[in-house]
């Protein structure tokens, strides 16, 4: 796969720059805490999870079990205003 098409109709190139603007790594907490002492950058790596973040809508593509299954979208959400979390951020 080299480039899709986001739901807003905007390509994203899932190749070509390195790094690609469009591509996040996301690592839960949990599983970031079984690495301990010095970290290789590539296992660390190979353990997150590939999302793409379509720069005109804002739109997640995230690949939860890898490029073999189709990936979850999210889209964004405004929030009311003066909304606020019970808990602030850490």
Not at 12 to 23: M, R
Not at 48 to 66: D, E, F, N, Q
Request: negative net charge; charged residues 20%.
């Amino acid at each position: 796969m080299a480039k899709f098409v986001c739901l807003c109709g905007h390509v994203i190139s899932t190749s070509g720059l390195i790094p690609n603007p469009d591509e996040w790594r996301c690592l839960s907490d949990q599983d970031f805490e079984s690495f301990t002492g010095l970290i290789d950058a590539e296992d660390l790596y190979r353990e997150t999870k590939i999302m793409y973040r379509c720069p005109a809508s804002g739109h997640l593509w995230v690949y939860w079990r890898g490029f073999d299954q189709l990936p979850a979208v999210y889209a964004p959400t405004e929030l009311p205003e003066g909304w606020q979390t019970s808990t602030p951020p850490r």
